[in-house]
């Protein structure tokens, strides 16, 4: 199975600062990946989907580049409400593994 | 409004058996891939399987980790999925999710709308 790799697992920021989110699969992919945000006790929200592609609804300050195996997640002026947990997902084959996550907490 | 209503969690002895449930509304079941996601205590997001829509015959497909103990149906007409699990193992104990994929191809197959979850404990 293809893998997804995450890094950072976590990463402290404050707000107004631009974060970066990589995420690297095992083989290529081509564009099938999508980025979710979970805050604590929530279910996960669609974030991005073909790799660069914004949800409706999602701001416009969440971005997603890359294709292959190296995929960035990026915010562009982190704000409070942003700090949660980020999660890639593979979408090309089965099983649709997600990576390992990536925690955003307040510096 | 599309809305995703999960139930049937609770706690079962290892080697047990569960079926939960997921309530579908707003919005049309029938034309679209369905999808269980489990999250373990304090870890990260766990696909579980999918169910293909009527036109692609129901069809399923499941993580290495469940295949042969869980099965994954649907009644469109009941507006419901279903996760039925057998075997149960501690390490099944999680945070269950259905999630409605947005469409029927690669492209389209991330999850758009997603449940609150309902709470599996395996444990004795």
């Known amino acids: 199975d293809i893998q997804l790799t995450q890094s950072p697992s976590f990463l402290s920021a404050s707000v107004g600062d631009r974060v970066t989110i990589t995420c690297r699969a095992s083989q290529g992919i081509s564009n099938y990946l999508a980025w979710y945000q979970q805050k604590p006790g929530k279910a996960p929200k669609l974030l991005i989907y073909g790799a660069s592609t914004l949800q409706s609804g999602v701001p416009s300050r969440f971005s997603g580049s890359g294709s292959g195996t190296e995929f960035t997640l990026t915010i562009s002026s982190l704000q409070p409400e942003d700090f949660a947990t980020y999660y890639c997902?593979?979408?090309?084959?089965?099983?649709?593994?997600f990576g390992g996550g990536t925690k955003v907490e307040i510096k | 409004e599309v809305q995703l209503v999960e139930s049937g969690g609770g706690l079962v002895q290892p080697g047990g058996s569960l079926r939960l449930s997921c309530a579908a509304s707003?919005?049309?079941?029938?034309?679209?891939?369905m999808d269980w996601v489990r999250q373990a205590p304090g870890k990260g997001l766990e696909w579980v399987g999918r169910a293909r829509n009527k036109f692609n015959s129901y069809t399923t497909e499941y993580a290495a980790s469940v295949k042969g103990r869980f099965i994954i149906s649907r009644d469109d007409s009941e507006r419901s999925l279903y996760l039925q699990m057998n075997s149960l193992k501690t390490e099944d104990t999680a945070v269950y999710y259905c999630g409605r994929a947005a469409g029927t191809t690669w492209d389209t197959s991330m999850d758009d709308f997603w449940g609150q979850g309902t709470h599996v404990t395996v444990s004795s």
């Open positions: 707003g919005f049309t079941l029938s034309d679209h891939y």
């Open positions: 997902q593979r979408l090309n084959s089965y099983p649709l593994t």
